[in-house]
């Protein structure tokens, strides 16, 4: 999986590299194990992520860009860890990384103990982006299936299951209209569904609540934590909003930039995710669990250079 790439050139990095952070998954929650995707019930289950000194250099005319150094991540099957950090820290880089849009400089990757290729081949992941990215000339029901009939799944059950996931998110009465007939939010829902088509172990999702207005997004919020529950899915969230990533998380993985790179890990002591309600957002260990998060963002940020205060874990 590893690409060598040479380092000669301006890097926006340091030539040494300080303290690693290191993100582990909480050991209880391999047990809850990918029965929703499946194939991969085997024991003891794999991470649904595993990132091991994970490195990224684009090469430019302008020079070489460091979008990420030495990660180290570890995403449980069936976690919710959200990135959070600046823009051009590198989460998308991440993300694209994980999900084989494109491949790592330097460390080694895995997704289900596989390589990002194999892991897409076995459809092991769904992808969510910010832009629903839905096909105009096809139904909601057509493109909710779309993948189902990439891979070759016959008209009865591509119906049927395509029935089944808009009932998921609420959307069993537009299923014949098109996407330019649905708002923002529902758009988005139709993505989701259509990236939990074929039951994946893990979700890959980039600020896909980032284009919806606030009550939207918040009410998108609580329909994927009790999606995610239902699935099982692990999922790696990419957002900008502090709360958002706290409501949403087990984990929340704050990332700072050149190089990109984890400067600290906030668990999320709140209840379990698949019991996270609207009242929630009022608790005192809520707003308790966003400072942390925004205090860890300020230190990653203002630690960018050498000698910073990498590694920082606010348990
Ligand atoms: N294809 C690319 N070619 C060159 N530079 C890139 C490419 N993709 C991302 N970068 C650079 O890598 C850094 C991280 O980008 P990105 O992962 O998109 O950040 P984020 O999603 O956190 O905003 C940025 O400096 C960006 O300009
Ligand atoms: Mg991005």
């Given at each position: 999986m590893s690409v060598p790439v040479p380092m000669?050139?301006?890097?926006?990095?340091?030539a040494t590299s300080p303290a690693t952070s290191s993100v582990t998954g909480p050991a209880t929650s391999t047990a809850t194990s990918t029965a929703a995707g499946g194939?991969?019930?085997?024991?003891?289950p794999a991470a649904a992520v595993h990132a091991v000194g994970v490195g990224k250099v684009f090469t430019t005319r302008a020079g070489t860009v460091t979008a990420l150094q030495d990660v180290h991540l570890t995403v449980a099957a069936g976690e919710f860890v959200s990135l959070i950090g600046p823009s051009g820290c590198g989460k998308s880089t991440l993300l694209r990384l994980v999900a084989d849009l494109d491949t790592p400089s330097s460390g080694e990757l895995t997704v289900f103990g596989k390589s990002p290729r194999v892991a897409r081949e076995a459809q092991d992941y769904g992808i969510a982006f910010q832009q629903a990215g839905l096909l105009p000339w096809r139904t909601v029901a057509a493109n909710v299936a779309l993948p189902l009939e990439l891979h070759g799944v016959g008209r009865r059950e591509r119906a049927a299951r395509a029935a089944e996931l808009l009932a998921l998110v609420g959307l069993t009465d537009f299923a014949a209209h098109f996407p330019h007939q649905l708002s923002g939010g529902m758009q988005q829902r139709v993505a989701i569904a259509r990236a939990l088509a074929e039951r994946p172990s893990l979700l890959l999702m980039d600020?896909?609540?980032?284009?919806?207005?606030e009550m939207t997004r918040e009410r998108m919020q609580t329909e994927l934590v009790r999606l995610c529950a239902e699935s099982g899915a692990a999922v790696v969230f990419v957002t900008h909003s502090i709360p958002e990533a706290v409501f949403l998380s087990d984990r929340v993985v704050v990332m700072s930039p050149r190089p990109g790179r984890i400067s600290a890990v906030v668990p999320v002591?709140?209840?379990a995710t698949d019991s996270r309600t609207e009242d929630l957002r009022e608790d005192r260990a809520f707003f308790d669990a966003v400072t942390a998060v925004r205090e860890a963002l300020h230190a990653g940020s203002r630690g960018a250079g050498p000698g910073s205060a990498r590694g920082v874990d606010l348990r």
């Open positions: 000669t050139g301006p890097t926006t990095s340091p194939a991969h019930v085997s024991t003891p600020e896909p609540f980032g284009a919806l207005d002591a709140l209840a």
